[in-house]
């Protein structure tokens, strides 16, 4: 069942992000692996909307999850844009490692612009599907 969840746009918003995802995880039939890696993923996503994106009005962004045709499919969703795609991180850097950390983990990734918001989605399929 797809799951919209408004979380306040802040780090004190991720534990709850990963409590949600790791229950869709699981329900979606996601092993162990797969649903540390769902979390691990979404931990990095809410936290480049909280630093990098823009609230929604009622100061919150939003967690979609949805289980897809071989697992799960996330979505963290913030009002913020951007003019370029991201760009790698230089190796002396103490961030901008989170999009190459959630393209390590997970099987699908998209990041999408536009209508003045900002969605990471990104999918992580079940053992063997």
């Known amino acids: 069942m797809k799951r919209e969840t408004w979380l306040e746009a802040a780090p004190a918003s991720t534990p709850t992000a990963r409590a949600i995802v790791r229950e869709a995880a699981t329900e979606a039939g996601l092993g162990g692996d797969g649903t540390w890696d769902l979390m691990l993923a979404t931990t990095e996503a ?9 609230a929604w009005p009622n100061n919150c962004i939003l967690l979609t999850t949805e289980p897809c045709a071989r697992g799960l499919r996330v979505e963290v969703t913030d009002c913020g844009t951007f003019d370029s795609p991201p760009e ?4 002396d850097s103490i961030s901008g490692r989170g999009i190459p950390i959630i393209a390590a983990v997970v099987d699908r990734l998209e990041v999408r612009n536009g209508d003045g918001r900002t969605r990471v989605g990104f999918e992580r399929h079940r053992d063997g599907a």
């Open 46 to 54: 809410v936290s480049n909307a909280v630093q990098h994106g823009k």
């Open 88 to 91: 790698p991180a230089p190796l």
